[in-house]
């Protein structure tokens, strides 16, 4: 099944929901290097076809190529940003930015200041300029006798006529209270401008957390998927080192036909025969006779859903079940129980587990004359017992820590497999 998956590339979505997290990690993880094997495939192709003898093509005069880093292992040269161990981590890249934004934003306001000092000083040139073109006239003789005249009359006597100095001083002054409202103006936008700025950043900072612990619960996942495979591989590795070298690899031989399952009765309840009794199905339809016969010719010969050292039915093997059905029944045990059953929507099996966060479902694939989880491992196994043999001492994922303790039997009167061995 995994085969096909992978030289379809495509999953179907019922069969993907039934996946666990870590089960689509591994999924997409082997997906992902039968992408890069396909693509190294065709670059191979296409360099061998370039390296015939061709007719000689005209080359454009500006012609454009793109040319791939390789590493010391002749490979394209990727890096990852994390894994290196010079890289930085995210806390100092976040100071680093946020350093750099602020000498920015200082080297920006140092130029609006050196602007303004720079337009006041020739705005007071201008008016420096002006007041000595503008100086006092010489007024008529007989308009100032007058003046004088009217000013003892009032008893005021003469005034003092303005003079330059007296101008200056005041230009001063003006001067002065505009760049004090200035300087109050700018300040106010700078303060401003600060506590926008403190605020974009702290939502900054909030959505970078937040960014930085799914990557690195991402990371720890993918980590842990690759340390678990290369686990199981290198044991695999290390069971098929075992055999004799002298002899060739044969093709698995298919076990006896074992006899009629001996069906336990409830005590209490006298036998009865089971032709005349009716069997209750959970759903009809060409797919359930698919399934059924598919179980009769291909399953039974492998004694899928006895017990290793007996011809009886294990009390963990269950018929045709629904995914509600399997959480029902383990809704009463404990965590540690689990039940394999026949899956409703693939020629394969599901093995239900309930653990303290709640059940699980793994897919048990059945198409190479042997059983192993989907996604999970490449450890194959020649029976179902083998496989609940071994993980009741290994868990079937690190982080889950799976182990099957406590087989969850029958609930009924009548076993929900029978039509499986009728």
């Known amino acids: 099944m995994l085969r096909q998956i992978l030289s379809d590339m495509f999953i179907d979505p019922d069969l993907l929901a039934e996946l666990s997290e870590e089960q689509k990690q591994i999924l997409f993880y082997k997906m992902r290097e039968e992408q890069i094997r396909r693509w190294k495939e065709r670059e191979e192709a296409m360099e061998r076809k370039e390296s015939l003898p061709v007719k000689s093509r005209p080359k454009k005069e500006n012609g454009k190529s793109v040319h791939w880093k390789l590493g010391a292992d002749k490979q394209v040269w990727v890096w990852v940003m994390g894994e290196h161990h010079l890289d930085k981590p995210y806390d100092v890249l976040c100071d680093e930015i946020l350093?750099?934004?602020?000498?920015?934003?200082a080297v920006?306001?140092?130029?609006?200041?050196?602007?303004?000092?720079?337009?006041?000083t020739n705005s007071l040139k201008i008016k420096s300029q002006n007041c000595d073109l503008q100086a006092p006239k010489k007024t008529e003789p007989q308009n100032v006798t007058r003046k004088a005249a009217s000013e003892?009359?009032?008893?005021?006597?003469?005034?003092?006529?303005?003079?330059?100095?007296?101008?200056k001083a005041q230009t001063k002054d003006l001067i002065k209270k505009k760049d004090d409202?200035?300087?109050?103006?700018?300040?106010?936008e700078k303060t401003k401008q600060i506590y926008k700025s403190w605020k974009e950043d702290s939502e900054w900072q909030a959505s970078l957390r937040k960014s930085k612990a799914a990557d690195e619960k991402r990371r720890s996942l993918a980590k842990q998927a690759r340390e678990d495979y290369k686990r199981l591989s290198q044991r695999g590795r290390s069971g098929d080192g075992l055999q004799n070298p002298l002899t060739s690899p044969q093709k698995p031989r298919r076990p006896p036909l074992p006899p009629k399952p001996q069906f336990l009765q409830p005590l209490g309840i006298p036998p009865k025969s089971l032709g005349n009794q009716g069997v209750i199905r959970t759903e009809t339809g060409s797919t359930q006779k698919d399934t059924i016969r598919w179980f009769k010719e291909e399953q039974l010969p492998f004694r899928a859903g006895y017990q290793k050292n007996s011809d009886t039915i294990a009390p963990w093997f269950h018929g045709i079940l629904t995914l509600k059905k399997a959480n029902e029944l383990l809704s009463t045990g404990v965590p540690g129980s689990f039940l394999i059953r026949v899956s409703e929507k693939i020629k394969g099996y599901a093995l239900s587990y309930l653990s303290e966060e709640g059940c699980k479902h793994f897919l048990i694939d059945a198409s190479a004359?042997?059983?192993?989880?989907?996604?999970?491992?490449?450890l194959q196994h020649a029976t179902l017992a083998d496989l609940v043999e071994y993980h009741k001492e290994e868990p079937i994922t690190s982080l889950g820590k799976e182990l099957l303790l406590y087989p969850c039997?029958?609930?009924d009167k009548l076993p929900d497999y029978l039509e499986l061995f009728q």
Do not use: M
Not at 108 to 120: I, M, P, T, V
Not at 369 to 378: A, E, I, K, M
């Open 99 to 105: 350093a750099e934004r602020e000498h920015l934003r």
């Open 108 to 120: 920006k306001d140092a130029e609006l200041r050196k602007a303004q000092s720079l337009e006041l």
């Open 152 to 167: 003892e009359a009032s008893g005021q006597g003469p005034r003092a006529i303005p003079t330059r100095k007296d101008d």
């Open 181 to 188: 409202e200035e300087v109050k103006q700018t300040e106010d």
């Open 369 to 378: 004359n042997s059983y192993s989880f989907l996604g999970v491992d490449q």
């Open 409 to 411: 039997g029958q609930q």
